[in-house]
């Protein structure tokens, strides 16, 4: 041990002395802006939040495509396509079907073509991704889907075949 003691002694001090010569060029490189005497940190502004335009009843905007994996909860979903010509913003719609089961959506956009699958088994939401969080799988052959929207209106309708 003696003898490898002043090996590990001069590697310490060797990676210390390149770790503080990385660090000194990252911060010569990387400034930040100087802060003013007096000056917040941060500067709080209103939030400005878009409004909705509700669309026309009569207007096309998403259709139910598909029911996918009914009966095994690891690949169940609904598949909607945007058939719209404009992005729609799905926060405050609701998935429902004929035994009062309902999913609301959260502020997801759907451009126009696209497609976006709810899963009923739980997961983490992605941009192409809803999981509704349920523990078991709950379409069967001949059920009827709603997809209304944030108004209540009634959107688009799907029954499983």
Same mark, same amino acid.
């Given at each position: 041990?003696?003898?490898?003691?002043?090996?590990?002694l001069?590697?310490? +001090?060797?990676?210390a002395?390149?770790v *503080? !010569?990385?660090?000194?060029i990252?911060?010569?490189?990387?400034?930040?802006?100087?802060?003013?005497a007096g000056?917040?940190?941060?500067t709080? $502004?209103p $939030? =400005? %939040?878009?409004?909705l335009?509700?669309?026309?009843?009569?207007?096309?905007?998403?259709?139910i $495509?598909?029911?996918?994996?009914?009966?095994?909860?690891r690949n169940?979903r609904? $598949?909607l !396509?945007?058939?719209?010509e404009?992005?729609?913003?799905l926060l405050? *719609?609701e998935l429902?079907?004929?035994?009062?089961?309902?999913?609301?959506f959260p502020?997801v956009t759907? %451009?126009?073509? +696209?497609?976006?699958?709810?899963?009923t088994?739980g997961? =983490?939401?992605t +941009?192409?991704?809803?999981? *509704?969080?349920l523990?078991e799988?709950i379409? +069967?052959?001949?059920?009827?889907?709603?997809?209304?929207?944030a @108004? @209540?209106?009634?959107?688009?309708?799907?029954?499983?075949?």
């Open positions: 041990m003696r003898k490898i003691l002043p090996y590990l001069l590697n310490f +001090a060797v990676s002395l390149a *503080w !010569v990385v660090l000194m990252w911060e010569a490189n990387h400034k930040l802006p100087e802060q003013q000056a917040p940190l941060f709080s $502004q $939030q =400005v %939040f878009p409004t335009t509700p669309l026309p009843l009569d207007a096309k905007t998403i259709q $495509q598909l029911v996918v994996g009914m009966g095994d909860i169940e609904v $598949q !396509v945007n058939a719209s404009s992005p729609l913003n405050g *719609w429902t079907d004929n035994e009062k089961h309902s999913y609301t502020s759907l %451009f126009p073509g +696209a497609a976006i699958d709810v899963y088994k997961g =983490v939401n +941009a192409v991704e809803l999981y *509704w969080n523990a799988p379409f +069967a052959s001949g059920d009827d889907i709603r997809l209304k929207d @108004g @209540g209106n009634t959107r688009a309708e799907y029954q499983v075949p």
